[in-house]
């Protein structure tokens, strides 16, 4: 079964930090790109940072500067280094991997981040 697991969310003060990660397993592609997306109810869901196999990474401005993605590539595992949090920041974090061609893709079950003011 394909599937990735995501762990490592909860409840935090603004300021503080929180680590996400995720592992993906069963895939039956090779995974290119790998990736955090957030999601607020009533809004679409957004990327946060994305990690490829060859270390191209983009993140989302609002995040710059204060969240870090890493990833191993060996383990097909991405983590999601959170600092400096905000209130705003709050949101359902999803765990993404995508193929090379951009036709297969793989979402995780989500993980609350919730950060209190």
């Known amino acids: 079964q394909e599937q990735l697991v995501e762990s490592g969310g909860g409840l935090v003060e603004a300021g503080g930090s929180l680590r996400l990660s995720c592992a993906a397993s069963g895939v039956s592609f090779s995974i290119n790109a790998m990736g955090w997306y957030r999601q607020t109810p009533g809004k679409q869901r957004e990327l946060v940072a994305a990690?490829?196999?060859?270390?191209?990474?983009s993140y989302a401005d609002s995040v710059k500067g204060r969240f870090t993605i890493s990833r191993d590539n060996a383990e097909n595992t991405v983590y999601l280094e959170m600092n400096s949090l905000r209130p705003e920041d709050t949101a359902v974090y999803y765990c993404?991997?995508?193929?090379?061609?951009?036709?297969?893709?793989?979402w995780g079950q989500g993980t609350q981040v919730t950060v209190s003011s």
């Open positions: 990690r490829n196999r060859g270390g191209s990474v």
């Open positions: 993404n991997a995508e193929d090379y061609r951009l036709t297969r893709a793989l």
